[in-house]
């Protein structure tokens, strides 16, 4: 193989940037798709298309080569991190904070078969899972990719996983016909990083850092995973993409790993002296594959210059490559394989979603529910008059979470997004009928109503990974909190349904519920939730995670501290002690100055936007006119692009505040019409503003009573024409309250 075709098998672009005359041409080794990168420019693409496109990038990179050299086909991985969910109309199991709470080996291992069948289906060859993070401080934003705070048990758990997607090694079917490749990741440290902070530092004894956060990967490397992923984080301040002692030395000496070493999504850039398209630290580090989602022309260049002019050796290109060979022969893409469409299970649409499949995540969601508090409401009476409440009720993008058909999940995704999914609501109102009960959806709770049992469904919005990163545990909104006071007001008995991706303080929610149930992030299939409700399943969940008692956020990894242990979970036969009535005193709620509105692709936490009346959650999805998307300024998708139509508006709404606001911005193209901006009932004209920003790059645009009139707690944007504008920030100042207005 020539210089330029070996480099090309440890460069992994992903499908957003790349055609398949891209892949004829470079011959890449492996693709991949990111979280908000569906088949032809469409990230939420029919499943038709996935094949289609596998089809296509498979074509052409085993379409034979003129100068001779072999032909080696591609690979395409994905993140199906809890079932295929990238994909409209596969199974969503529960995210693995869920699993966790099951504590179930055998079921988790039949979830991998089933996800592995479904991969399949859609033509790709590799997933990014497990995640086997032991999560430390709950504050983390991917606190819900990990089974667990105790290593042994996310050991046990990521094992059973990669037996599931893979097969066992040694035995008949191992990496066969109906399995995929899996991913140990992320080594390691990435559930330990100070205050929770994605992709920052863990801090520490090497051997006791170890301990707990390596401590997953001997058992997955014994269940014979084919690749593990680096991680983001560092260790003692040493980025892990760029840590030989660590990547190489441990994991390959000590630990005897002989896969694949892949990157994950530009972490190679981080690495001081590292660029996203340069980087040869990376691979003499250890790194076999880089993920280099759209720099991959300036990698490719620098990695074919770097082993020509010496700077990095053959010898390590050559075992990264026999590395990337050796995991598609064992995959049998080699040996003769054919077209993702043709294989095994290639195109067969009754197995995406299947009806078995969709029973194995029900099985799961009731095996996952905890119940928290009970009492003696559950298990729901038969011929009971029940109302649910909740937004969420009703909702499959929040109960299914991030990493669900898009990145983040939520945001413009509806029930239409997920083909053949349940509920909660649905799953309630079908259990209530085959009970003899009457079940009455009220998502804001009807005033006047007196069921004999009121179910209120509330929790957490989705996010992904560094957005959903937090700096305590706090729970604010409360929606639910008020229908559950409403309900107790009027004498109705409340069952409370927390839908969250790590334990939260949610001490004023549990003194006004009778029952309380940690519901996680259930999936698609939200009939689980009502098996547990109305007895049709025993409550066996156990909390893989100890439960704050204070709001604070301290990492919490044992009985000091903790409401509920870890392990707690009531069953029906548990005694019915009632629980004291619980501090509601949290100075977090009380100190929060409101002074960040938009920050690190997230709104703050007593902000809201809507667009008229539609709600934009974290400031992404569509309503009335404007379309809000994530896109990448410092990190992914912490910025937002909003698009306006003619005559569209959007507002944030927050504390009331006489402080200036100060937002950064870029315009690419300068308005067609009028743009202003209102706060305060006075409007301001800032076309002239944007248009001088044209092309200028980000910006800075400070608004003060001097031009608005007044602050308040409202910010509306309105354009006349079709507009478009980019922001990454918006924060409050006190002390620029008496500045002139600037743009």
């Not at 995929?180 to 801090?203: E, L, P, R, S």
């Not at 983001?232 to 390959?252: A, Q």
């Not at 905890?370 to 929040?398: C, F, H, S, T």
């Not at 200036?660 to 800032?686: C, E, F, H, L």
Request: glycine share 12%.
């Amino acid at each position: 193989m020539s210089v330029e075709r070996k480099v090309a098998q440890i460069i992994q672009p992903d499908i957003g940037s790349i055609t398949p005359a891209d892949v004829r041409e470079y011959r890449f080794g492996t693709i991949l798709n990111g979280g908000n990168s569906g088949p032809f420019g469409n990230d939420k693409g029919p499943a038709t298309d996935w094949l289609k496109l596998a089809d296509e990038y498979w074509e052409a990179s085993t379409t034979p080569l003129a100068d001779g050299e072999p032909v080696i086909p591609a690979i395409w991985a994905t993140d199906a991190v809890h079932g295929h969910a990238n994909v409209p109309g596969a199974t969503v199991f529960p995210h693995n904070i869920a699993l966790g709470a099951t504590g179930d080996a055998d079921l988790i291992r039949r979830i991998g078969v089933a996800t592995a069948v479904e991969i399949e289906v859609t033509g790709l060859d590799w997933t990014f899972a497990p995640t086997v993070a032991v999560a430390r401080d709950d504050r983390w934003g991917r606190t819900y990719e990990s089974y667990s705070e105790n290593p042994a048990l996310v050991t046990k758990l990521g094992a059973a996983m990669i037996e599931g997607l893979q097969g066992r090694p040694g035995e008949p079917g191992y990496l066969g016909p109906g399995k995929v490749a899996a991913t140990a990741k992320h080594y390691f440290g990435d559930g330990g990083t100070a205050q929770g902070v994605d992709q920052g530092d863990v801090n520490g004894d090497i051997k006791e850092l170890m301990s707990i956060h390596a401590a997953p990967y001997p058992a997955a490397i014994d269940a014979g995973v084919v690749s593990v992923m680096a991680s983001f984080n560092s260790i003692n301040g040493v980025k892990m993409h760029g840590n030989k002692p660590l990547l190489t030395d441990e994991l390959r000496g000590n630990l005897g790993f002989k896969g694949v070493v892949v990157g994950d999504w530009n972490a190679h850039g981080q690495i001081p002296g590292c660029s996203n398209g340069d980087c040869p630290q990376a691979l003499m580090a250890g790194l076999d594959i880089y993920m280099v989602p759209e720099d991959w022309k300036a990698l490719y260049a620098s990695l074919v210059r770097q082993v020509k002019d010496g700077t990095i050796p053959m010898a390590r290109l050559d075992e990264a490559v026999l590395r990337v060979l050796r995991m598609k022969q064992a995959l049998g893409i080699l040996d003769g394989e054919v077209k993702p469409s043709a294989r095994a299970n290639g195109g067969k649409w009754n197995l995406l979603g299947s009806p078995e499949h969709r029973a194995l995540a029900r099985e799961a969601v009731a095996k996952s529910q905890v119940i928290l508090k009970n009492a003696g409401i559950l298990p729901l009476k038969a011929g009971a008059r029940i109302e649910v409440a909740g937004r969420a009720a009703d909702n499959i993008p929040q109960q299914a979470g991030g990493w669900s058909v898009t990145w983040q999940g939520g945001g413009d995704l509806t029930a239409a997004d997920f083909p053949g999914a349940t509920s909660i609501w649905s799953g309630i109102a079908a259990a209530a009928k085959a009970a003899g009960s009457e079940a009455v959806l009220a998502p804001e709770g009807n005033a006047t109503s007196k069921p004999d049992v009121a179910i209120v469904v509330f929790g957490e919005q989705p996010y992904a990974e560094f957005v959903g990163d937090r700096k305590d545990l706090a729970f604010r909104d409360e929606e639910g909190l008020n229908l559950l006071k409403s309900y107790r007001a009027r004498g109705v008995p409340t069952v409370a349904v927390f839908l969250s991706g790590r334990p939260l303080w949610v001490n004023r929610e549990l003194n006004a519920a009778d029952a309380f149930v940690a519901s996680w992030l259930p999936g698609s299939e939200g009939a689980g939730v009502a098996d547990v409700l109305f007895g049709a399943a025993q409550p066996t969940g156990r909390l893989s995670f100890s439960w704050p008692k204070t709001c604070e956020g301290a990492p919490l990894n044992g009985p000091d501290g903790a409401l509920f242990p870890l392990g707690y979970g009531l069953g029906f036969a548990a005694p019915r002690i009632a629980l004291p009535p619980l501090d509601e005193t949290c100075a977090a709620l009380t100190h929060d100055t409101g002074a960040v509105w938009f920050a690190s692709g997230k709104l703050g936490a007593r902000v809201q936007a809507v667009a008229d009346n539609a709600l934009l959650p974290d400031l992404r999805g569509n309503g009335n006119g404007i379309v809000v998307t994530g896109v990448d300024r410092k990190a992914q998708e912490d910025a937002r692009r909003i698009a306006f139509g003619p005559g569209a508006k959007i507002t944030l709404s927050g504390p009331e505040s006489g402080a200036a606001w100060r937002i950064a911005y870029q315009v690419n193209a300068r308005p067609a019409g009028p743009v202003s901006v209102t706060a305060g009932g006075k409007a301001v004209d800032i076309t002239l503003g944007l248009s001088v920003a044209e092309g200028k790059g980000w910006r800075e645009m400070v608004l003060t009573p001097a031009c608005l009139g007044s602050a308040g707690g409202k910010l509306t944007f309105a354009s006349t024409a079709p507009f478009a504008f980019q922001i990454s920030e918006i924060t409050r100042d006190e002390a620029a309250a008496s500045a002139e207005c600037s743009f």
